[in-house]
């Protein structure tokens, strides 16, 4: 059986698929959005993340790492992430970390387990869940993983658990068909596409796909100002949705706390001071949608 990787699980969510969910976030991701507010999911292992309020400077990580990510001069702990190879030697030296925590001043997000160890960790809040929700695979982008998320899915559905899926839509179509018959439900995430996109083809084979096995779609399109509002990326989303007959969008606005993990890592966030949409901007763009039928929501 495959090994699954993950960052973080959320134990109940209402904004992820339908009712009460439990969402496993998978380690990974293609996209890599200007806006994302996990940029430690994008590798295939997280690196070290750092907590510098809880730091105590006593070097005992800049000692013991032979690659030359921590760095500690006067008074001040620094990290150079792309050194990073994410042994989490530094975290067993440090006096207040511990690999099994990540309540200490270093951490490692990243959790790899067989798949049937992780389903056997999810699977008693999954049975409270399963008159009420389910379980949903996000990330990073969940089926870049998509060998072990069918695993996981197909156990899933094997207890009758209602799932679901989150992705980008910018994967091979092979991934998506992979993991298909244990899917019950598929939120898609447009974002930074218009006419002229190279992805907007690999998009589209995957709705057409996706809408002619009748599977339930949700569309999320995140509102960033500057980067996904223009009139011609909202009008091709618009255009996708009656295409392939999506009923529904979210609209996702600008999520505040983006920097926290940039901060964690000692990487610039691209989007510092980038304003969050108006209201009536949220307004106007969600009257856009409905205006052609299309049941939009903040």
Known sequence: MDTIRYFDIAWLSKFDGP?????????????????????????KYSPVLLNKERCSLCGNCESVCENDVHRISNGIHTLHIENCVSCGKCIEACMDSSLSSKKGP?????????????????????KLLKKIGGITLSGGEALLQHKAARELLKLCKEEGIHTAVESSGFLPL????????????????????????????????????????????LVRFPIICGYTDSEEQLKTTKELMKEFSLPEIHLLPYNENAPHYYNAMDLPF?????????????????????????????
Do not use: M
């Open 19 to 43: 009712g009460t969910r439990l969402v496993v976030f998978l380690q990974g991701c293609n996209v890599k959005c200007k806006w994302c507010h996990s940029p430690h999911s994008w590798r």
């Open 174 to 217: 092979e991934n998506y068909k992979s993991v298909s018959e244990f899917v019950d439900y598929w939120l898609i995430g447009i974002r930074g596409v218009d006419k002229t996109s190279p992805k907007l083809s690999t998009l589209r084979e995957n709705l057409e796909f996706i809408t002619s096995i009748n599977k339930e779609v």
């Open 270 to 298: 691209g989007l510092e001071g980038n304003p969050s949409p108006s209201e009536d901007q949220l307004e106007t763009i969600r009257n856009y949608f409905k205006n052609s039928n299309i049941n939009a929501r903040l």
């Open 106 to 126: 270093l951490f490692l997000p990243t959790i790899e387990l067989q798949v049937s160890k992780l389903f056997s960790l999810i699977y008693p809040q999954l």
